[in-house]
Nanobody, 118 residues
């Protein structure tokens, strides 16, 4: 599956951004989509995931209540709505995909930079 992420930018603390990830190439119902982020000098962290089929969602504790992952089955796009952004949310955000039966995210899009100013 091919992934194309977009929507990053510069925002003030407390603001909002919506990231998009357009997916193509495979039967998306067989996949779990995820968002990850990597801040400078830090490891890549899981942010959120969603099952294409059924829409089950999971979130990292540090984004619960602030971020929402969703999907548009018609457009083949996954979104990450980010509200109440904090400077600590500054990172490169990546979308990824894994088969439902796998535990490894094997497909990755290019990153999109999110910068939150204080």
């Amino acid at each position: 599956v091919q992934l194309q992420a977009s929507g990053g930018g510069l925002v003030q603390a407390g603001g909002s951004l919506r990231l998009s990830c357009a997916a193509s190439g495979r039967t998306l119902s067989n996949y779990v989509m995820g968002w990850f982020r990597q801040a400078p000098g830090k490891e890549r962290d899981f942010v959120a995931s969603i099952w294409w089929s059924g829409g089950n969602t999971y979130y990292a504790d540090f984004v619960k209540g602030r971020f929402t992952i969703s999907r548009d089955n018609v457009k083949g796009t996954v979104y990450l709505q980010m509200n109440s952004l904090k400077p600590d949310d500054t990172a490169v955000y990546y979308c990824a995909a894994r088969l439902v039966r796998s535990t490894v995210f094997g497909s990755w899009g290019q990153g999109t930079q999110v910068t939150v100013s204080s």
